[in-house]
Nanobody, 124 residues
Framework: QVQLTESGGGLVQTGDSLRLSCAAS????????MGWFRQAPGKEREFVAG????????AYAGTVKGRFITSRDNTKNTVYLQMTSLKPEDTAVYRC?????????????????WGQGTQVTVSS
């Protein structure tokens, strides 16, 4: 089992940047592909980004591609989401998730473990 804890959220203005972190404890972190999801009030959970076990493969939702970058440091048991050029529509609770597969999925139901989330609010 693995425990995931996100940090780094906050209130920022349009155009600002934030870096979210997701620290994992428990089983070997490199055994998990990781995903980032977000959910805004009244909306469904949305895939944001994914990264494979080694970090060699990544993918992004079209709404964030070119603005967000995910990476991981398996020596620190941490995955990151660097967010730039933030927009008000990026406002949501962001959660990381872990899956015991080689690579990630855009489907929330495929993930085995979830963090509690961190709030990102972008003001206009």
């Amino acid at each position: 089992q693995v425990q995931l804890t996100e940090s780094g959220g906050g209130l920022v203005q349009t155009g600002d940047s934030l870096r979210l972190s997701c620290a994992a404890s428990g089983r070997t972190f490199s055994s998990y592909a990781m995903g980032w999801f977000r959910q805004a009030p009244g909306k469904e959970r949305e895939f944001v980004a994914g990264i494979s076990r080694s970090g060699g493969n990544t993918a992004y939702a079209g709404t964030v591609k070119g603005r967000f970058i995910t990476s991981r440091d398996n020596t620190k048991n941490t995955v990151y989401l660097q967010m730039t050029s933030l927009k008000p529509e990026d406002t949501a609770v962001y959660r990381c998730a872990a899956v015991t597969q080689l690579s990630f999925s855009a489907l929330p139901g495929r993930y085995d473990y979830w963090g509690q989330g961190t709030q990102v609010t972008v003001s206009s």
